[in-house]
């Protein structure tokens, strides 16, 4: 009897899935395993099962292609999250369907490739028996116990190039540019792409702000002679009430977006300043993987066979380079990596005088490093800072 093993991709699309398909062809045919793809998704595990043949032929070329071959889906009936914490349990007649398809489909191993809702689906699987193997993805780059989600280094060099492509049109017209990015409750990709592309404030998830904040650092750098801005915020940042910004659908997560023209307005407001809003939203999941993407999403791919193969059910892979190793699913999906605001990457963007919004901008590099390091610079004895936005407006304009 042929050994066979099942992979699918599930959740939001991001680059690099194609890359794990085709590893997983590849080393399954070197292996001489037989390998199956469910389409759309964990729906095509059950009723109607819908699945084609997956083989390094039928995957050629597909290394730099975005998306996937095999469809994938974050609905449906085997929706197992409705927020950060709030998990919910599969129908158990959906489970024991699966169960069924595996079994008569003789799949040694079913890899299952997603985020941590997807991944929180293939823990229910494994603690009912069906013999599964997580891939993490996400271009949040939020699940624990992995250094990096493939889709992650794609979505910052999206966000990059566009905060490049602002900072021109904004030093030609004087502008203040705000630009949203994706990220649900983790701030990376704001935090990455705002250090890469050099942006001037980064509105984060994990550290609150005020609006105050931001428009004491963008007078500031007019007092530097610097007569634009460049704001990046995370779709999953809190406006200073504590509020997500989003739409409300019912048996869903709240739909993230709408942040970044709640803050470009405000701004405008507080300031009087041409302020412009430009939403990535779905280009940080499309297009080609970069190279970084492709190998790691490749690794994946061919280490999840291996997996399977020596039967570490019930795991995730997860890449601490330059070691890539697994945990088990359930310790993976069970809180999400979120940016650490005392990390050395907040550290090293306070230094380089990035703003997060939660302080005034004289105060940005005061302390930035352990105080047995050094200290950036102080504030002038006796300076006053600022404290009411309105005052620094009449301040700026007299």
């Avoid at 950060?84 to 699966?98: K, T």
């Avoid at 992650?152 to 190039?161: H, K, L, N, Q, V």
């Avoid at 997560?253 to 970044?260: R, T, V, W």
């Amino acid at each position: 009897m042929s050994k066979r093993i099942g992979i699918l991709t599930s959740g939001g699309d991001c680059p690099g899935l194609n890359a794990v398909i085709r590893g997983t062809a590849k080393s399954c045919d070197q292996l001489g395993y037989d390998c199956i793809g469910f389409l759309k998704g964990y729906e095509g595990l059950y009723d109607p099962v819908q699945y084609v043949p997956i083989t390094p032929k039928n995957t050629k070329g597909i290394l730099s292609q975005g998306g996937t071959i095999l469809g994938s889906t974050n609905k449906g009936r085997f929706a197992a999250v409705k927020g950060v914490n709030n998990r919910v349990e599969i129908e158990q007649h959906l489970i024991e369907g699966v169960k069924k398809t595996i079994e008569q489909l003789d799949i040694d191993g079913l890899i299952c490739v997603g985020g941590d809702g997807s991944l929180a689906i293939a823990q229910q699987f494994h603690e009912n028996g069906i013999p599964v193997v997580g891939v993490p993805k996400t271009i949040d780059n939020d699940l624990s116990a992995t250094a990096f989600t493939f889709g992650f280094d794609s979505a910052i060099e999206c966000a990059t190039d566009a905060l490049d492509r602002l900072h021109t049109t904004a030093a030609s017209h004087e502008r203040i540019m705000v630009l949203e990015v994706m990220g649900r409750h983790a701030g990376w990709i704001a935090l990455h792409a705002g250090i890469a592309g050099g942006g001037d404030v980064i509105l984060i998830p994990e550290i609150p702000w005020k609006f105050e904040h931001i428009c004491h650092k963008i007078l500031h750098r007019e007092s530097q002679g610097k007569k634009f801005t460049l704001v990046v915020v995370a779709e999953g940042a809190h406006m200073p009430d504590g509020n997500m910004v989003g739409q409300e659908v019912s048996g869903q997560q709240l739909k993230l977006g709408g942040i970044g023209r709640a803050v470009t307005d405000e701004i405008e407001r507080r300031l009087h300043r041409e302020t412009r809003l430009c939403v990535l939203g779905h280009l940080q999941r499309g297009g080609a993987p970069t190279t970084f993407d492709r190998a790691l999403a490749t690794q994946f791919g061919a280490h999840a066979v291996r997996m399977v193969v020596e039967g570490r059910f019930g795991e995730m892979l997860c890449y601490r380079p330059p070691e890539m190793t697994s945990v088990p699913i359930s310790e993976a999906v069970s809180r999400i990596r979120q940016v650490d605001p005392d990390g050395p990457m907040v550290q090293a963007a306070r230094a380089l005088g990035l703003s997060f919004g939660d302080r005034p901008a004289d105060e940005l590099s005061i302390g930035v490093f352990d105080k047995n390091v050094c200290y950036i610079h102080s504030r002038p004895e006796g300076e006053e800072l600022l404290a009411d936005t309105e005052a620094a407006v009449e301040a700026a304009l007299s």
